[in-house]
């Protein structure tokens, strides 16, 4: 193709509204333009990207077997009523009516029609397993759309959906789906973790998130260096602290802490290292009537060490707490601990509270919390003296780093991540909730057992550029660039000898297959070089009349600092050889 005859639109400086530097490199370099928040158009530039990733996913997902359709993206209500996402779901998903005043959802997701299908069409045993997937808009509304693709409003995504007669039969369409998709992740050519993950709201106990690695990633991912082992922050283990807890040293005492009402703020006062101090976390469940009225509330005190921090999704995996809780309101603290928050602690109070201890803590000894009265903490405290053996102990934290794997393989590290793609096993939380069901051998209707896929179709070329960028703009692996060479002919409008060689160069990578721009805008060296430095085409020759009447050109990979000399007659190996490589 020659430049000529696409459209090219780059921006020397970024908008205001663009924070990350993907969203900066992917606007400055005419990839993406904003329509409104949170909602852009692909331009033609992006759009080559998209394509080129889109083919990846869909020979990955036909070589394992899946078998390509489209759904909707307006969907009838109906579906979500069955399974009850209509009303759980909340804001995000974008509820419109029709002129009829009947009910639709713009899709974020399609578990409930790909169900609806399965149940209409999979019939038999005999048709199983099978694999549904989808390359489709998507929207969900979100609070706080940022970061252009890393959090859109509207977006495209890969999603899969395989039905299976049994548990271990889907368990194996699980593996099948994991294993593409790590051919995936392998030909993006992208740094990336697959991690265990908790499946969260989807539902399901199987469930991996695949994470290009990244500086800027929000998600932090948790791995042993020593090991596979891999899982995101809510998914992994801090495991229990070896050893016996020690034996008591010091009474109980009350001590002021006038204003000091964190645990950094009392640690630093008593010259104590934090790990010697206890938070106080208060949360609440609540039961309801048929009406949806709050009837009886359940206070819950969680203790955290003071350096560690609470992870909520181990904490709604608590007995008790499985259900769903909120933090408890200061009227709710106050009742039961007769002190506001920033002081409160385990002993002396007014009201009794169900009490759940983080494993670390259980081990502590002479440890410091909130006395239930401002401007004082209790020092000394300890388990079975002044307190009585907890109850209930759990994992309640974050791991940090040097924490033991729990694989025993070594300890954690920690890097971040941004998240591409997820697989979970569902089980037949969808296939019950809509009596999807298929004759089994026995005869006998049986629910399928899901699972589900996605791989963010729009947010992974921005999750490569916060992987691969510099301070002149974008560095794209191969695979998924949006021209893999750029030919750059100087004064091509001026010397016959230059246009021969470049519009010659351009035939051969043509019909050698390569994806090819021809550079014929006939702008200043300076300026056409910085348009590709900052799209982040990976290879780039430069035709120059010096060069031509020395029989050379000069190539240079987007990564290099300075350009090679190459023979006009070996540029094309040359290439080859580098394209790939």
């Not at 939380?429 to 057992?449: C, I, R, V």
């Not at 006939?522 to 056409?528: D, S, T």
């Not at 050109?553 to 540029?571: G, L, M, N, P, W």
């Amino acid at each position: 193709m020659k430049a000529s005859q696409f459209f090219i639109s780059t921006l020397k400086e970024a908008p205001a509204d663009a924070e990350v530097v993907s969203h900066q490199l992917m606007t400055r370099a005419g990839m993406i333009k904003k329509l409104g928040a949170g909602i852009y158009s692909y331009m033609p530039m992006g759009l080559r990207v998209i394509h080129k990733v889109e083919a990846i996913v869909r020979e990955e997902m036909n070589r394992a077997g899946a078998v390509e359709l489209t759904m909707p993206v307006v969907q009838p209500a109906e579906l979500w009523q069955e399974t009850g996402r209509f009303e759980k779901m909340g804001p995000e998903l974008l509820r419109i009516k029709d002129r009829h005043d009947r009910d639709f959802v713009v899709q974020p997701t399609s578990e409930e029609v790909v169900t609806d299908i399965a149940r209409q069409e999979l019939r038999s045993y005999k048709q199983l397993p099978k694999n549904f997937y989808q390359i489709q808009t998507k929207f969900r509304d979100e609070r706080r759309p940022r970061f252009g693709l890393m959090r859109g409003r509207e977006f495209i995504m890969k999603d899969a959906y395989s039905f299976d007669r049994d548990e271990a039969a889907a368990k194996v369409s699980y593996q099948v789906m994991a294993a593409a998709y790590r051919r995936i992740f392998d030909r993006f050519g992208l740094r990336y973790r697959a991690v265990a993950a908790d499946s969260g709201a989807i539902g399901g106990d199987l469930s991996e998130e695949f994470q290009v690695i990244a500086a800027t990633g929000e998600d932090a991912i948790v791995y042993c260096p020593g090991s596979d082992y891999a899982a995101n922050m809510e998914k992994a283990e801090a495991l229990a602290p070896a050893g016996p807890r020690p034996a008591a040293a010091n009474a109980m005492a009350k001590t002021s802490t006038p204003g000091k009402s964190t645990c950094a703020d009392v640690a630093e006062l008593l010259g104590v290292p934090l790990a010697t101090t206890v938070k106080s976390l208060v949360l609440a469940t609540d039961t309801l009537n048929e009406s949806g009225e709050i009837v009886k509330s359940q206070v819950w005190l969680l203790l955290l060490r003071g350096d560690h921090d609470m992870n909520e999704v181990k904490v709604s995996k608590v007995p008790g707490l499985n259900a769903g809780f909120r933090f408890a309101t200061v009227s709710e603290i106050e009742a039961h601990f007769g002190c506001k928050p920033g002081y409160l602690g385990p002993i002396g109070l007014k009201l009794p509270v169900k009490l759940v201890v983080d494993r670390e803590v259980v081990v502590m000894a002479d440890w410091i919390c909130g006395a239930n009265e401002p401007d004082f903490h209790m020092t000394g405290v300890n388990w079975g003296r002044d307190l009585p053996e907890p109850d209930q102990v759990a994992d309640l934290r974050n791991v940090v780093e040097g924490d033991a794997s729990p694989d025993g393989q070594g300890a954690l590290a920690i890097e971040r991540g941004i998240e591409v793609g997820h697989v979970f096993y569902l089980g037949t939380k969808y296939s019950q909730a809509m009596n999807a069901t298929f004759l089994g051998e026995d005869g006998k209707p049986a629910h399928f057992e899901m699972g589900c896929y996605g791989i963010g179709i729009t947010r992974l070329p921005a999750a490569a550029i916060e992987q691969n960028h510099d301070e002149r703009g974008i560095i794209w692996p191969d695979a998924i660039a949006p021209f893999t060479v750029v030919i750059c002919p100087i004064g091509m409008d001026r010397s016959p000898e230059v246009k021969a060689a470049a519009e010659q160069l351009h035939e051969q990578l043509v019909a050698a297959g390569v994806d090819v721009l021809l550079d014929d805008r006939g702008e200043r060296p300076g300026a056409m070089f910085a348009d590709w430095e900052l799209i982040g085409v990976p290879h780039r020759v430069t035709i120059g009349d010096r060069g031509i009447k020395e029989a050379q050109v000069e190539y240079q990979h987007r990564r290099d600092a300075a350009a090679t000399k190459v023979a006009v007659a070996e540029i094309l190996g040359f290439l080859k050889g580098r394209i790939g490589a």
